[in-house]
T-cell receptor, first 109, second 116 residues
Framework: AQRVTQPEKLLSVFKGAPVELKCNYS??????LFWYVQYSRQRLQLLLR??SRESIKGFTADLNKGETSFHLKKPFAQEEDSAMYYC???????????FGKGTKLTVNP | GAVVSQHPSRVICKSGTSVKIECRSL??????MFWYRQFPKQSLMLMAT?????????EQGVEKDKFLINHASLTLSTLTVTSAHPEDSSFYIC????????????FGPGTRLTVL
């Protein structure tokens, strides 16, 4: 079964500091990986997906199949990045998302 | 991006009653809609997948007779919690996919159900 692990429930950094939100997955096939973000009092929204290899709001994530990881990184955190971040996976061809438990990021001024 | 709405945003009901939650895709046709449940401080758990015009596919452990899903049109899916009990109190979230592109799901704002 697919599983997504986000080891940190809470992560706190200062503005301007680098930030890395960890995500590890277990799946034997060809996964598609996503990062979703939920800002305070807003709905869940897609931040980025590994297949598009894009950078959104300064965030990047690289799929490392050897380490089965898809960590989310940003070199200089901003206060507006404070939110709940969820890593999610689908198996090839399926639209069903399996979510990690989420990491709450707080960027302090 | 595409917009998905849910109604109501919050509902309080007595134990034993049924509650219907609507999920609408406002500016696109959703071939597939998903229903999730989120307990406090926990992740989203997929309950079921519904495709327009066909029966929903439920995840293991989800009672299909308790959580009735109807996807009658390409813009509307409904979740009915039948004979609700306090343990059904939760945050229910729907998402919709147009079935094209990169399997992107667009999420509704969620419905907070409280069963007294």
């Amino acid at each position: 079964a697919q599983r997504v692990t986000q080891p940190e429930k809470l992560l706190s950094v200062f503005k301007g500091a680098p930030v890395e939100l960890k995500c590890n997955y277990s799946y034997s096939g060809s996964p598609e990986l996503f990062w979703y973000v939920q800002y305070s009092r807003q709905r869940l929204q897609l931040l980025l997906r590994h297949i598009s290899r894009e950078s959104i709001k300064g965030f990047t994530a690289d799929l490392n199949k050897g380490e089965t990881s898809f960590h989310l990184k940003k070199p200089f955190a901003q206060e507006e990045d404070s939110a709940m971040y969820y890593c999610a996976i689908t198996q090839g061809g399926s639209e069903k998302l399996v979510f990690g438990k989420g990491t709450k990021l707080t960027v302090n001024p | 991006g595409a917009v998905v709405s849910q109604h109501p945003s919050r509902v309080i009901c007595k134990s034993g009653t049924s509650v219907k939650i609507e999920c609408r895709s406002l500016d696109f046709q959703a071939t597939t809609m998903f229903w999730y449940r989120q307990f406090p401080k926990q992740s989203l758990m997929l309950m079921a997948t519904s495709n327009e015009g066909s029966k929903a596919t439920y995840e293991q452990g989800v009672e299909k007779d308790k959580f009735l899903i109807n996807h009658a049109s390409l813009t509307l899916s409904t979740l009915t919690v039948t004979s609700a009990h306090p343990e059904d109190s939760s945050f229910y979230i729907c998402s919709a996919s147009s079935g094209s592109g990169y399997n992107e799901q667009f999420f509704g704002p969620g419905t907070r159900l409280t069963v007294l």
